[in-house]
DNA sequence: GGGAGGATGGAT
DNA sequence: TCCATCCTCCCA
C-alpha cells in the first residue's frame, strides 16, 4: 500500500515524494484546490502526465538543473509553473525524492479540459511557481477517493514527439476513463 | 547580446 | 495548418 489519504486531506510531502509513475495516476480524482475572491473551488482532477527524471528526454530537467528546472530538484509538493509557446502557463506538482527532477503536469480538471485553459480558468500563472502547494497560498490538492485502477486509461504524453520515440510513446498520461 | 524552440489552443 | 508571442537556455 502507499502513504494513506483520507478524503479531504491535504496531499504534501510524504504523499507526493514517492515515484511519479505512483504518484501520477494516484491524483485523479483527488481535488485541485483554488482559493479566489474569497472563494473555494474544489475541482476533481481528470488528467494527468508524468514526467520522469533526468533519463525522461520529454522531462525538463534532462539537461540538467537550471534555474527554471531546478524546483524540480527540490522537495515533493511545490509548484513547478512555466510560461509555454509564449502565451500559455501550465501547471506541475513536484514529486519523488529531492534532488530527483520529476513533476506531473494536471492537463484536465473540473469541466476543463486541457492544461492552458485549466490555469486560465483558475487563475494560475508564475506567480505560483516553487510555491508549497498549501492553502496558505491559495493552490493546493486535496484527496479523494480512492480510485479503481478500472477507472483509468493509459496513453502515451501529448505534444512531446521532439523526446523521441522511446519517450514519447511511454504510457505516462493517465486520464479518467468517465472524462 | 542574439537566436532557436517549446508539456497549447483557437482560428482558418 | 497556421500562428500568437515570450521565457529560458545555449552559444558567442
Redesign the pocket.
Same mark, same amino acid.
Given at each position: 500500500m502507499g502513504v494513506m489519504a483520507d478524503p479531504g486531506q491535504l496531499l504534501g510531502e510524504e504523499f507526493l515524494k514517492r515515484p511519479v509513475l505512483e504518484v501520477a495516476p494516484e491524483l485523479l480524482g483527488c481535488y485541485l484546490c483554488r482559493e479566489l475572491d474569497g472563494k473555494i473551488l474544489r475541482w476533481r482532477i481528470t488528467e494527468v502526465?508524468a514526467?520522469d527524471g533526468p533519463e525522461d528526454k520529454?522531462?525538463?530537467a534532462h539537461?540538467?538543473r537550471?534555474?527554471?528546472?531546478e524546483v524540480m530538484f527540490g522537495p515533493a509538493g511545490h509548484w513547478y509553473v /512555466?510560461?509555454?509557446?509564449?502565451?500559455?502557463w501550465?501547471l506541475?506538482i513536484v514529486t519523488g525524492p529531492e534532488d530527483y527532477p520529476a513533476?506531473v503536469?494536471i492537463r484536465g480538471a473540473g469541466e476543463i479540459s486541457?492544461?492552458?485553459?485549466l490555469t486560465k480558468a483558475l487563475s494560475i500563472t508564475?506567480e505560483l511557481n516553487r510555491r508549497m502547494a498549501v492553502p496558505e497560498c491559495g493552490l493546493w490538492i486535496e484527496a479523494g477517493e480512492i480510485l479503481d485502477r478500472a477507472h483509468i486509461l493509459t496513453t502515451p504524453?501529448?505534444?512531446?514527439d /521532439?523526446a523521441g520515440p522511446d519517450w514519447s510513446r511511454r504510457p505516462y498520461r493517465f486520464l479518467l476513463r468517465e472524462s
Open positions: 502526465e514526467y520529454a522531462c525538463h539537461k540538467g537550471t534555474g527554471r528546472t /512555466y510560461f509555454c509557446y509564449g502565451i500559455h501550465l506541475n513533476a503536469l486541457g492544461p492552458a485553459r508564475g504524453r501529448i505534444g512531446v /521532439y
